[in-house]
């Protein structure tokens, strides 16, 4: 069972993925807990303040280490008082971090516990990266909103990884690896853009019923 706490000021924006498919049936069968916490719920006012003007000016809100902080250290004590502490690894997602792929998700899938922070506004206080997180993780190349959907994608790419999480159709698809797929019909009628009938087939050689074909086609690319 592996746990993980989502440090958000948006806890609402996950209800309904995390219910579908895969992720719903780890969390029934009890492989995944996700723990939605607010970092609202750790601002020091009434108002729920989490951000604050940037030092040196510039555009934009940062927000403040303060409410991180006192929610991670919440989610090490709760989780102290269930089992040790080790094996829970705190993740920051950021546009500076090391871009996400495979090989971290499956050393992310060993700990019982990840606490992962999702920044808004223009970031949040470096000293969150600098002291209170493991490690920084980047979706990619890009700039987004906020961490939410790397959050996202780090349950679902994590949770794969967990023995008894997919189904007998989804780890066929980790075996077969990364090929095209096809399905019926083998000949499908299209139009181009410019209006004309074209025939769009399936590789002969996966048709063919030829196993030594079929995995040859399926290697050469
Ligand atoms: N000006 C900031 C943008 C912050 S976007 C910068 O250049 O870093 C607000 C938050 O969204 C970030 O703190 C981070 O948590 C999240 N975020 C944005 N893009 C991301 C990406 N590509 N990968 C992971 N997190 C991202």
């Known amino acids: 069972m592996i746990t993980f706490h989502v440090l958000t000021i948006f806890p609402d924006a996950f209800s309904s993925y995390l219910k579908t498919s895969v992720l719903g049936r780890a969390q029934k069968k009890k492989l995944i807990k996700v ?3 607010d970092i609202r719920s750790f601002s020091s006012d009434r108002r729920g303040t989490v951000d604050d003007r940037p030092y040196g000016g510039g555009p934009g809100m940062v927000m403040k280490i303060e ?17 040790r502490r080790q094996g829970t690894r705190v993740i920051l997602f950021s546009t500076r971090g090391k871009p996400l792929n495979q090989d971290m998700t499956r050393r992310f899938s060993k700990y019982q516990n990840l606490i992962l922070i999702c920044g808004r506004y223009e970031g949040i206080d470096e000293r969150v990266a600098d002291y209170v997180a493991d490690e920084e993780v980047s979706l990619g ?30 780890s066929l698809e980790e075996i077969k690896g990364s090929y095209p797929v096809y399905t019926r019909p ?21 048709v063919s019923g030829h196993h030594r074909k079929i995995k040859e086609w399926r290697k050469q690319l």
């Open 186 to 206: 083998e000949v499908f009628w299209g139009k181009t853009g410019k209006g004309k009938k074209q025939s769009w087939r399936t590789p002969s050689a996966l």
């Open 141 to 170: 190349n890009y700039v987004l909103s906020g961490g939410e959907l790397a959050a996202l994608v780090v349950v679902e790419a994590v949770a794969r990884h967990i023995p008894g999480v997919l189904g007998k159709y989804e």
């Open 35 to 37: 723990d939605l916490v």
């Open 67 to 83: 409410p991180i902080y006192k929610g991670v250290a919440q989610i090490k004590s709760r989780i102290k008082k269930k089992s």
